[in-house]
Nanobody
Framework: VQVVESGGGLVQPGGSLRLSCAASGFMFSRFAMSWHRQAPGKERELVAEIVSIGGGTSYAESVKGRFTISRDNAKNTVYLQMNSLKPEDTAVYYC???????????WGQGTQVTVSS
């Protein structure tokens, strides 16, 4: 099983980044996928989630209207489009795959996003 994030980096306030999470080794389409983040000295928090069937999404209040989560089941990949980035979005962003029926729970290693001028 592999869950690998990419696309992080340094961006100025107001800028955009697109994170990708490539998964392998499990039935991707049957897993809910989510992005989480952890800033220094803070707890890890859920940023956005997309369900396995139907494409329903949910977002943390702090990112609503700015971030968009999407998935491509043919490519076993989930994305997080981040627009209008703020310094408070600076964190390590983690991708998670979770199947509620089986309890299987996989995390990536994280990718750093830094928003600074």
């Amino acid at each position: 099983v592999q869950v690998v994030e990419s696309g992080g980096g340094l961006v100025q306030p107001g800028g955009s980044l697109r994170l990708s999470c490539a998964a392998s080794g499990f039935m991707f389409s049957r897993f809910a996928m989510s992005w989480h983040r952890q800033a220094p000295g803070k707890e890890r928090e859920l940023v956005a989630e997309i369900v396995s069937i139907g494409g329903g999404t949910s977002y943390a209040e702090s990112v609503k209207g700015r971030f968009t989560i999407s998935r491509d089941n043919a490519k076993n990949t989930v994305y997080l489009q981040m627009n209008s980035l703020k310094p408070e979005d600076t964190a390590v962003y983690y991708c998670r795959a979770f199947n509620r029926s089986t309890g299987y729970d996989y995390w990536g290693q994280g990718t750093q996003v830094t928003v600074s001028s």
